[in-house]
């Protein structure tokens, strides 16, 4: 018998298993940007709706209040009530001054108009795509549920949330969805 012959031994030598590990690598950071992009996305698709959300509570708050609520009449000097609001987590939602710089950490700002409109001033801004527009809404004009009139009037409940993200934010800036409703009286 020859005491001389090699068996080779079991296992990887150093250079496989380098080999290996750096096959592994390469794949991993191929795939990497593909987990990184799904979680960006999925938080984008989360604001999206929470912003959605909070301006259809509002919208959904304000349609169904009587003609003559005061929180829907504007102004005697203007053409359009404005009511704003700040989110804070913790606080919920708190009314604020219009167009005053934030204070504190407000995550969404609340805006919403109501404008008001006679059906006679609708006229066609665009006649050759019939687009209605609206003409001259009526400066602080009362409704009462209880009034007779032969004139038809709109309300227009416009609300713009908005999430207050820096643009330099990893994310991007904070989502704004405008939701308009449109109420015939």
């Known amino acids: 018998m020859n005491r001389f012959v090699t068996t080779r031994a079991a296992g990887f030598s150093l ?3 380098l080999v ?3 096959l592994v690598l390469i794949i991993t950071l191929g795939i990497m940007p593909l987990f990184t992009n799904s979680v960006i996305q999925n938080l984008s698709g989360k604001e999206s709706t ?6 259809r509570s509002s919208s959904e708050e304000l349609v169904p209040l009587p003609l003559d609520r005061e929180v829907l009449r504007p102004p005697v000097s203007l053409a359009y009530q404005q009511i704003c609001q700040d989110y804070e987590q913790g606080r919920g939602w708190e009314f604020v001054t219009c167009g005053a710089p934030l204070t504190g950490t407000p995550t969404w700002t609340r805006e919403t108009f109501v404008q008001q409109y006679n059906i006679r001033e609708i006229y066609d801004g665009d006649t050759a795509a019939g687009v209605p527009t609206f003409k001259n809404p009526v400066p602080g004009y009362p409704l009462s549920a209880s009034r007779l009139d032969s004139s038809v009037h709109i309300r227009e409940l416009m609300v713009i949330t ?4 820096t643009p330099d934010s990893p994310l991007g800036p904070g989502r704004r969805v405008d939701l308009v ?3 015939g009286f």
């Open 15 to 17: 250079i496989e298993a």
């Open 20 to 22: 290996a590990t750096a």
């Open 50 to 55: 929470v912003s959605t959300n909070y301006s």
């Open 162 to 165: 908005e999430g207050q993200r």
């Open 181 to 183: 409703n449109l109420r």
